[in-house]
């Protein structure tokens, strides 16, 4: 079995950028360093609690209302959430993110989210407007890693290291799949 340490690089080739965790109910983000990196623009904030604003204080202009408001409407209603969206480099490159999660209650019963940011950039034009990406058909791998991610978050819930771990390594091999169509 894989180790989620040996995981990690392995995720970063695949287009992992960094994972996000939420607290509804305080409005909060916590990212972890690669996602701070490339969506607050500050690795620094990493661990820290962020309203969206911060957390995604890299996404585009022209992305920012749509997403934005998904997210709070996800953060109302719970459940999958999938965007694709541009986000901006310091130096004005533009990168496609693909933010995939579930939002959900913990066992004290508040909603929390857990989701991963995935660089999709390869291979695309940053001109395509992203929330034309975001409708259409769905793909069955990006189907199956949707219900991959509510089946990891939902064995966090409980004492199920070893399944956790499987669960991991799925995610790992759908991310590398993902990587190789790009």
Same mark, same amino acid.
């Given at each position: 079995?894989?180790?989620?340490?040996?995981?990690?690089?392995?995720?970063?080739?695949?287009?992992?950028?960094?994972?996000?965790?939420?607290?509804?109910? !305080?409005?909060?983000? $916590? /990212?972890? @360093?690669?996602?701070?990196?490339?969506?607050?623009? &500050?690795? *620094?904030?990493?661990? =820290?609690?962020?309203?969206?604003?911060?957390?995604?204080?890299?996404?585009?202009?022209?992305?920012?209302?749509?997403?934005?408001?998904?997210?709070?409407?996800?953060?109302?209603?719970?459940?999958?959430?999938? !965007?694709?969206?541009? $986000? /901006?480099? @310091?130096?004005?490159?533009?990168?496609?993110?693909? &933010?995939? *999660?579930?939002?959900? =209650?913990?066992?004290?019963?508040?909603?929390?989210?857990?989701?991963?940011?995935?660089?999709?950039?390869?291979?695309?034009?940053?001109?395509?407007?992203?929330?034309?990406?975001?409708?259409?058909?769905?793909?069955?791998?990006?189907?199956?890693?949707?219900?991959?991610?509510?089946?990891?978050?939902?064995?966090?819930? *409980?004492?199920?290291?070893?399944?956790?771990?499987?669960?991991?390594?799925?995610?790992?091999?759908?991310?590398?799949?993902?990587?190789?169509?790009?």
């Amino acid at each position: 079995m894989v180790a989620l340490t040996a995981a990690i690089p392995a995720l970063r080739a695949a287009g992992v950028i960094g994972i996000w965790n939420t607290d509804v109910a !305080a409005g909060r983000s $916590v /990212l972890d @360093e690669g996602a701070a990196a490339v969506l607050a623009g &500050n690795a *620094g904030l990493a661990g =820290q609690p962020l309203p969206l604003e911060t957390a995604l204080g890299r996404t585009h202009p022209d992305d920012r209302d749509w997403l934005f408001g998904q997210i709070r409407q996800a953060r109302r209603t719970g459940g999958f959430f999938s !965007a694709e969206f541009r $986000v /901006l480099s @310091e130096e004005g490159n533009v990168r496609w993110i693909l &933010n995939r *999660g579930t939002i959900s =209650q913990n066992e004290s019963g508040r909603m929390q989210g857990l989701g991963a940011y995935i660089d999709t950039t390869v291979g695309r034009g940053s001109d395509v407007p992203a929330a034309l990406l975001t409708q259409g058909i769905e793909d069955p791998l990006i189907v199956a890693a949707d219900r991959c991610i509510e089946a990891h978050t939902a064995l966090t819930q *409980g004492d199920h290291a070893d399944l956790r771990s499987l669960s991991e390594l799925l995610l790992t091999s759908i991310g590398r799949t993902l990587a190789q169509r790009l």
